[in-house]
């Protein structure tokens, strides 16, 4: 795996957050080197962090370290060359104004508030600075919890001990994305985990859709549906009850809603695949909910590389407790994330159409148009995805965030057919003459989208390409010679 190098600045005693980073960043990388700066500025050490090219700087500036004098303007930190994490600052008062606090100028709780709204509207307008909502992690375990006055009286502390194993893991799903560690697929059971009842057991009769905690797991579906993130499920049922409970019951949903459906007495494993090859993802893009611990654990046992949490008993307890495990953590969530579900509609259309021409005549039915555009700041936070998430259409296995690409030289390119409208669909990262990068999205496979892509490189410009073998990306292999484009 690649090594990490992370940089963390804080106003607060940090070899607590650096152990705890060291002792979970095994699920990332091999090595992982991090080099605190205490009580400091990254334009204090500008050479320092030159030489060391970290790959992510974290900025903690803590609300215990405030003082009355203005705090250091964030705006020439970002201008470093650098991607940044930030973390908001946690919500404390001094007392001083009461109930006042969040209206008079100058109180500590409108400062906190002050800096962290700025804070965020920097993270919008800046691709190279991505948050972790600390103030929100302390709200889900209460100050007295994760704040000890005594220690930060006593060794600048910010945190409880037992608070930065939960910071670090925030901090290394969001590195994780960065990097192209992405779920994008939700695989929901139904029985006593969509509803309420065992339909695959007692009938029709024992579902009952508003048993308590049933309606918000499944508010929390549409949410994250209307993000981006596709449904499905996988169900020990028979279909046909199934599909009459979707019609005549009050869900929210229909089964058109959900991407892929297996509904059968198969073993769940056998499900999951299914559903990964069927919405053209990796195993390890699944998060899967089943109530059933044996299911859960049958899962875990035949594919490792499925994300399992374990859910509480309670129903009622079991949104709120997924939706503090941030299971689905992105750098950014662009237009094309939220079209995704549509997307995947139509893709059924073009499948339906396939299997009733040859090749040649499928792709000449679909109307493919291609259109490219200068890879730049208005396209880099979805050319930048493209990079951490495509691994089969890879040549030479690289990822890039959208900070490098705003400083690099390329093509993005994006596909309408007849059936709709398929976004961004590939990147070339260029340089000189040569390709750089090249990935595209296992959604336009087997569809000679890679020609019209070089047809158009090469009438730009001569180019050459470069390809570098990875486990995952051999159909890249003979690409550049089919098409009589030379390696360097």
């Not at 940044?84 to 906190?112: H, N, P, W």
């Not at 730009?460 to 570098?468: C, E, K, L, Q, T």
Request: negative net charge; aromatic residues 8%; proline residues 6%.
């Amino acid at each position: 795996m690649t090594p990490l190098r992370i940089a963390l600045f804080a106003d607060s005693a940090p070899q607590f957050l650096v152990r705890a980073l060291q002792a979970q960043a095994t699920s990332l990388t091999d090595h992982c080197e991090i080099r605190p700066y205490a009580f400091t500025s990254p334009l204090a050490v500008q050479a320092e962090l030159a030489e060391f090219q970290p790959d992510v700087v974290l900025l903690w500036r803590c609300a215990e370290a405030l003082t009355d004098a203005p705090t250091e303007p964030l705006e020439p930190i970002l201008a470093l060359p650098y991607t940044f994490i930030a973390y908001t600052m946690v919500s404390r008062d001094d007392g001083a104004y009461g109930s006042c606090a969040l209206t008079q100028e100058g109180s500590l709780r409108k400062r906190i508030l002050r800096f962290n709204l700025h804070l965020a509207e920097l993270a919008e307008q800046r691709h190279n600075l991505h948050l972790i909502d600390l103030d929100w992690l302390q709200s889900q375990r209460g100050r007295a919890n994760t704040f000890d006055p005594r220690l930060w009286e006593t060794a600048a502390l910010a945190l409880t001990p037992q608070t930065y194993p939960a910071m670090a893991t925030a901090t290394l799903s969001l590195i994780g994305a960065l990097r192209g560690t992405l779920r994008k697929v939700l695989v929901t059971d139904l029985d006593n985990t969509f509803w309420g009842g065992i339909m695959g057991e007692a009938g029709a009769d024992a579902v009952n859709p508003d048993a308590p905690g049933f309606k918000t797991y499944r508010q929390w579906l549409r949410a994250l549906a209307s993000r981006g993130i596709l449904l499905a499920i996988a169900s020990h049922n028979d279909r046909e009850p199934v599909a009459a409970q979707f019609a005549k019951a009050d869900l929210g949903f229909t089964l058109e809603d959900f991407q892929a459906c297996e509904i059968n007495w198969d073993p769940k494993p056998e499900m999951l695949k299914r559903i990964a090859a069927q919405l053209h993802v990796n195993l390890d893009a699944l998060v899967f909910i089943d109530d059933r611990l044996e299911q859960r654990e049958q899962v875990r046992a035949a594919l490792p590389q499925v994300c399992v949490p374990e859910i509480p008993d309670d129903p009622a307890c079991r949104t709120p407790f997924l939706a503090a495990a941030n299971l689905f953590e992105t750098p950014r969530i662009t237009a094309d994330d939220c079209q995704r579900a549509q997307t995947f509609k139509a893709e059924a259309l073009r499948e339906t159409a396939a299997q009733s021409l040859s090749r040649s005549d499928y792709i000449a039915s679909l109307e493919q148009v291609l259109t490219a555009e200068p890879l730049g700041p208005d396209n880099c936070e979805r050319a930048a995805q493209l990079t951490q998430r495509c691994n089969r259409f890879n040549m030479r296995g690289t990822r890039h965030t959208a900070a490098e690409l705003a400083q690099r030289t390329g093509w993005v390119y994006s596909l309408r057919d007849k059936y709709g409208n398929l976004g961004t669909i590939s990147v070339v990262v260029l340089e000189e003459n040569v390709i750089e990068t090249w990935v595209m999205s296992c959604r336009v496979f087997n569809r000679d989208v890679e020609t019209l892509i070089l047809n158009h490189l090469k009438g730009v410009a001569p180019i050459r390409g470069a390809y570098r073998a990875t486990d995952r990306n051999s159909l890249c292999e003979a690409i550049y010679a089919q098409h009589g484009i030379p390696l360097p």
